[in-house]
């Protein structure tokens, strides 16, 4: 990683201390809500906070493997494809994920 | 005028009689009046069943064969902890230790047998125990908990259970055994050896040709010395080197006596009026320790009792089928070696596989088996018919009757070749045909139909599998093979596993549960997180560590999520009452936090909704300021405890429910439990706070309260089940916690009271509640002391403690 500059469009959210092991936090940015959510093994994903069935806050859902549970209606999201699992159909959008000396960087723009 | 009813005395109260009192009140109901007297102060419990007791894998209600219920709807008098001391045959009477004499037409000795002791010196130590009973499993579990060194002298069936189980409890065991192979009645050397290799494998240090010399310790056990001088230091000593039939009593009152009590082939002692079955007796100079020629002899004393003269036992030989330690062994016939015989042997040394059936000329005399035993029925079969084997059926004869065409057949189909008359369980002699008619009579569905109404697989079980194949041939798939509901896709075991063995191995904490018990997934699912939280939580007061991740949002944060992402806030309002100044606190949030909607629940509360998760922390203080607490309205715990006004002002109002209310509610808020409970006292008769359907309920009358469990009234409408009536407000406080902790204890998560009450049973939860005092203070206390840790405001922790702050803040980007 080069440096600590600031990279084009990579948003720098937080420490990865800062989101609870198999949890989640969320930020706002100008698209709306967006969860950082950091699973089991340590790794850490960023998707729009609104479940693609009701709109459903995923960031308060319970954290598993690499999925995460609606609180609302119990859809699961692929936190890697924001895919609904299972019977459901639904997406959510994804954005890269960067860790950086312990920072998590999220790039927003695509 | 109807025939006066004859007495029937009973001396003990072990599986045989027990099986002839079965046979009894099937021929001829009203025959007898029925009195036993049981030395052990319980029930009549399945014996075999004692190992997984030990282990933990088992609890001991699960094992009983007739619960209370079983003695009063039969009219039979249960005399428990009576010692008979003394049969006066002449006066026809009995008379017990503390004084108890009746008298008797026939009288059935079923004193079982007593476990040799081997009067080495120390042999009275405190910590030298016997493996016989349940007090002896109880015994074992004290001393176990405290680990250490477990020496079991006797390696047969019964040394190797006890060293399992005490290995599972955590000790480490030596097994102490005189000939140089394990079980040597049982299995040949090999056979034997297979056996050792395997336990060693486990931990268990085996030790054969060992000859013990002498147990060693000042005022309590300390080692064992051997023969050959070797010391081993240990904290207990299980003596299983083998079982004598117990004849004293029969002898002083002048029976005759072998080795054991010796009746004809009616089971008849050379006393007319006197018989007796079980492992005290003796028959043309046989004595019997196993389930099935036990039963076989129960049934023909039940018959001969009802009148029969047809019925006469003939002494058969036995087949031995077996699960030491989970190793599946079968053994028949005379399996000795000889010169004029033959052995056929098949070896799977990886499979853990030995089979070994020895012929004389074209006669198949003795069959053992190690590991694999399904065909043990049809070897037995074969041996006992002394069917000829002809020369081109020897070379598949090892493979059984799957190969005995040449081509293997499918369980299934092996089950469809069964003979009707084949035996599939061997404890109960219950052959296909009477499965299969038993099926198409009563319509059966499951294996636990087949084994009530066949008693098929309800003692040892190893026939279980056979049992669920011959249900499958019947039923094709309407029968699903496991009808165990499992806690979610994550794991093929049910919620009543999950919480034994979560008790019995010890676990305490979500990821020893999921790598010991082998979760499918890597970290569970929504399912079973939370429900394992919980169990844990039950498990270990005070001492397991809350997983909050696992929790459900609601319960995680301390407030019902609503549909935009906002919060609902519902303060306590203890048995319903509030307070001017409670009432303005309320009003300025409301305003100061600009809350949308207020409203009264129908649990007696204001309930507060369209909060900021961000303003929540800062709710929760103003109200904690007013002296309000968190209400749990979002947890899986208690709600509310609802309440009519009672004796302080209502007119019919028969005692303080309100009080009463009150004060419940203040004892149970906080308590995590399987599902959301309701409570609810009304002050008299009319039930204005409807306390017939809570899942609690408490009704005043005059003379007291009456205690109600297993109401509903949601999705479905239930009224509830009256448990019982006490008279003092104090015994209402026992009662409704004791039930509470019973249900925190054995409710699957998601379960409400009333769903348990369906399954475990009104009168199993009477038995625990009302009609044992101790289980019912242990209950007690043990709800109160859980409750030590749980009764801290999760709000006030958040609002001035700080905790989880993250979960109210959101994140700011740096720039």
């Known amino acids: 990683m080069d440096g600590m500059q600031p990279l084009e469009n990579w948003l720098n959210v937080c420490d990865l201390e800062d989101i609870p092991v198999r949890g989640a936090r969320r930020f706002e940015t100008s698209l709306g809500e967006i969860a950082v959510f950091r699973t089991k093994d340590q790794s850490v994903y960023a998707i729009d906070n609104r479940c ?29 494809s924001g895919e609904a699992r299972g019977a459901d159909s639904g997406c959510v959008k994804t954005y890269p994920v960067k860790l950086a000396e312990g920072r998590v960087l999220v790039k927003t723009v695509l | 005028m109807s025939k006066a009813k004859e007495r029937l005395v009973v001396i003990g109260n072990g599986m045989a009689p027990g099986r002839v009192l079965e046979t009894i009140f099937e021929q001829d109901p009203g025959k007898f009046d029925v009195i036993i007297f049981n030395a052990e102060p319980r029930v009549n419990y399945n014996r075999i069943m004692l190992s997984p007791v030990l282990s933990g894998e088992q609890s001991y209600d699960e094992i009983i064969i007739h619960g209370d219920d079983w003695y009063a709807d039969h009219g039979v008098t249960l005399h428990k902890g009576h010692k008979v001391v003394e049969i006066d045959r002449a006066a026809k009477t009995v008379t017990s230790e503390p004084g108890e004499t009746v008298s008797y037409d026939k009288l059935l000795i079923a004193t079982g047998s007593n476990p040799f002791i081997i009067p080495l010196p120390g042999h009275d130590l405190p910590g030298v125990l016997a493996y016989r009973d349940l007090d002896d499993v109880n015994n074992m579990l004290n001393m176990a908990s405290a680990r250490g060194r477990a020496v079991v002298i006797g390696g047969g069936l019964l040394g190797l259970e006890a060293a399992a189980g005490l290995l599972a409890q955590g000790m480490q065991v030596t097994v102490l055994h005189l000939m140089p192979t394990l079980m040597e009645r049982q299995l040949d050397p090999a056979a034997g050896y297979l056996l050792e290799k395997e336990l060693c494998s486990r931990g268990i240090d085996i030790r054969t040709e060992a000859n013990t010399k002498e147990i060693v310790g000042e005022g309590k056990v300390e080692g064992v010395r051997l023969e050959d001088g070797t010391d081993i230091a240990c904290d207990m000593v299980v003596m299983a080197v083998g079982i004598r039939p117990n004849t004293s009593l029969a002898e002083q009152s002048g029976l005759q006596i072998g080795r054991g009590i010796t009746v004809d082939a009616c089971m008849r002692t050379s006393d007319p009026d006197i018989f007796s079955v079980g492992e005290c007796v003796e028959f043309d100079g046989h004595c019997y320790g196993l389930v099935a020629p036990l039963y076989e002899q129960a049934r023909i004393c039940g018959n001969v009792l009802c009148g029969a003269d047809d019925a006469a036992y003939v002494h058969s030989e036995t087949s031995t089928k077996l699960k030491v330690t989970g ?64 020369t081109e059926a020897r070379d598949t004869l090892i493979f059984g009757p799957s190969f005995a065409g040449g081509t293997p057949l499918d369980p299934m189909e092996a089950v469809a070749a069964l003979p009707d008359e084949a035996e599939i369980c061997g ?160 009003a300025d949030v409301i305003d100061k936090f600009q809350i949308p909607t207020v409203k009264y629940t129908g649990g007696q509360r204001i309930d507060m909704l369209g909060v900021k998760k961000e303003d929540l922390p800062g709710v929760w203080g103003d109200l904690n300021k007013a002296g309000m607490v968190s209400g749990h309205a979002y947890g899986k715990s208690l709600r509310t405890v609802k309440t009519c006004v009672g004796s302080e002002w209502c007119r019919f109002g028969t005692q303080d429910s309100t009080g009463l209310g009150i004060k419940l509610e203040k004892m149970m808020w906080g308590s995590w439990t399987p599902h959301k409970v309701k409570l609810a006292v009304s002050g008299c008769p009319r039930n204005c706070a409807e306390a017939t359907c809570k899942d609690i309920g408490v009704v005043c009358v ?3 309260y009456e205690i109600h469990i297993g109401g509903a009234a949601g999705m479905e409408v239930r009224g509830t089940d009256i448990l019982c009536k006490v008279e003092t407000e104090a015994e209402a406080l026992e009662y409704c916690a004791a039930v509470l902790q019973l249900y925190r204890d054995q409710g699957h998560y998601l379960e409400r009271i009333y769903k348990w009450l369906a399954r475990v049973g009104l009168d199993k939860i009477h038995a625990q509640i009302v009609e044992d005092d101790n289980n019912r203070q242990d209950l007690y206390e043990r709800f109160l002391f859980a409750q030590k840790f749980s009764q801290t405001d999760p709000w006030a922790e958040r609002a001035t403690g700080g905790v989880d702050a993250h979960e109210f803040k959101t994140l700011v980007p740096a720039e």
């Open chain 2, 427 to 586: 404890c109960n002699g219950v052959s296909k045909g009477k499965i299969l008619s038993a099926i198409d009579a009563d319509g059966l569905t499951d294996l636990d139909g087949v084994r009530v109404c066949t008693k098929a697989s309800s003692s040892c079980g190893t026939c279980t599998g056979l049992v669920e194949s011959l249900l499958a041939f019947k039923l094709g798939d309407a029968f699903e093979k496991n009808a165990v509901k499992t806690m979610c896709g994550c794991t093929d075991l049910g919620h009543s596993d999950v919480r034994r063995l979560i008790v019995s191995q010890k676990l305490k904490s979500i990821p020893a549960v999921m790598q010991e018990l082998g979760w499918k997934t890597s970290c569970g699912c929504a399912k079973c997180r939370p429900a394992l939280n919980y169990y844990l939580l039950a498990a270990w007061p005070g001492e397991y560590k809350d997983d909050n991740q696992s929790r459900f949002i609601n319960e995680r944060v301390h407030a019902n999520i609503q549909k935009d992402g906002t919060y609902s806030v519902v303060p306590r309002a203890w048995g319903g009452m509030t307070s001017a100044d409670e009432l303005r606190a309320l």
């Open chain 2, 327 to 390: 190793v599946d062994l079968f053994s028949a016939g005379d399996f000795a070696d000889g010169d004029e015989r033959e052995e056929i042997v098949f070896r799977d040394a990886s499979r853990g596989i030995y089979k070994r059936l020895i012929l004389e000329g074209d006669q198949l005399v003795g069959a053992v088996l190690y590991g694999d035993t399904a065909d043990g029925a049809w070897f037995f079969s074969k041996i006992k018919d002394g069917e000829a084997i002809e």
């Open chain 1, 52 to 80: 693609p069935h009701k709109n459903g806050p995923l960031s308060e859902g319970i954290v598993h493997d690499t999925g995460v549970t609606c609180p609302l209606h119990g859809w699961i999201i692929d936190l890697q």
């Open chain 2, 702 to 704: 005059d003379s007291g």
